[in-house]
């Protein structure tokens, strides 16, 4: 018998603990909603600005690097629509810095309700993935305008961003379930995944482009730096959405193959990340 399993009393009967996904799906879906709503109309409650406040956070930081990187040291000159492919990596690193860093202490925020009810426990890290694509959503449109008002033209190839952002969501709810549940055991999870992010914030063509990458250093280097799936799908982004003289993430990587690696990686990470919430979930209870 399992560390996480009981017998009924009387009846012989094997009891288990509170799982990932629970009996019935529609009650994960349902709860992971509600908490995130909640969590959305919390963050701003009282707040003058509201949800404007989600707004201007990127658009401040986008003012700042675009006149360090842009205006100073002039980069970015010879890339077209530079300043709104800049905003658009600001944006989708925001979204995976907020979700993944949220979720490393959702179970732990959440002790009181892991203690007493029983319910599927994906909900609470996934409540935290959902809450931040209110905010990429939010902060999706001013991206679209500055697009349009600098001279850019709505094009087919925009079908293609609910597609990329849905392998964005697959990409940090691996990682969003691997780190809540390991952080209930391990705390130094916390501390190790936000040197991770600064990791990937510079190796990953936020501030610049994979082609710049390519031209100051090889083409090798950008390959490599393109299998991060981050990395693949913001340049498939810029190339999709900003403008086709952007690198897509097939030219990025070296050829329409090495795309699966990308693939690959996000694949193993929703994998790895479920197979380690599924088996601390019954224990959550026990380990806060």
């Known amino acids: 018998m399992s560390a996480h399993a009981a017998r009924g009393p009387g009846y012989g ?3 288990k603990g509170p799982t990932a996904l629970g009996s019935d799906p529609r009650r994960l879906i349902t709860l992971a909603v509600a908490l995130a709503v909640t969590d ?13 406040w989600q707004l201007m ?4 930081l986008f003012g700042v690097l675009y006149a360090v990187f842009s205006l100073f040291f002039e ?11 800049l905003l658009l990596g600001i944006v989708l690193f925001n979204f995976v810095a907020e979700s993944t860093t949220g979720s490393v202490r959702s179970l732990v925020a959440r002790e009181s309700l892991v203690r007493k009810i029983e319910f599927p426990r994906l909900a609470v890290p996934m409540a935290t993935v959902l809450t931040a694509i209110f905010n990429l959503a939010l902060n999706l449109l001013p991206v679209f305008v500055f697009l349009l008002a600098a001279g850019g033209k709505p094009r087919w190839s925009w079908l293609e961003l609910p597609f990329l952002v849905v392998l964005l969501v697959l990409f940090v709810s691996g990682i969003a379930m691997l780190l809540s549940a390991l952080f209930v055991r391990y705390r130094d999870v916390e501390p190790i995944w936000d040197v991770v992010l600064q990791l990937m914030f510079y190796g990953s063509p936020v501030l610049y482009t994979l082609q710049m990458v390519a031209d100051r250093t090889s ?3 950008a390959h490599l730096l393109a299998v991060n799936p981050f990395a693949a799908l913001l340049q498939q982004m810029r190339h999709a959405i900003i403008d086709p003289s952007h690198l897509s ?3 990025a990587l070296g050829g329409q193959a090495r795309v699966l690696l990308p693939l690959l990686v996000i694949a193993v990470l929703v994998a790895l990340g479920y197979r380690v919430f599924s088996r601390e979930a019954p224990r959550v209870a026990e380990d806060l």
């Not at 980069?75 to 492919?85: I, K, L, T």
């Open 57 to 60: 956070r990127p658009l401040l």
């Open 249 to 251: 993430a097939a030219q």
């Open 219 to 221: 083409p090798t280097v």
């Open 75 to 85: 980069v970015g000159d010879d890339v077209r629509f530079f300043p709104v492919a």
């Open 40 to 52: 959305f109309k919390l963050r701003f409650f009282g707040s003058v600005l509201g949800y404007l």
């Open 13 to 15: 009967r094997l009891v």
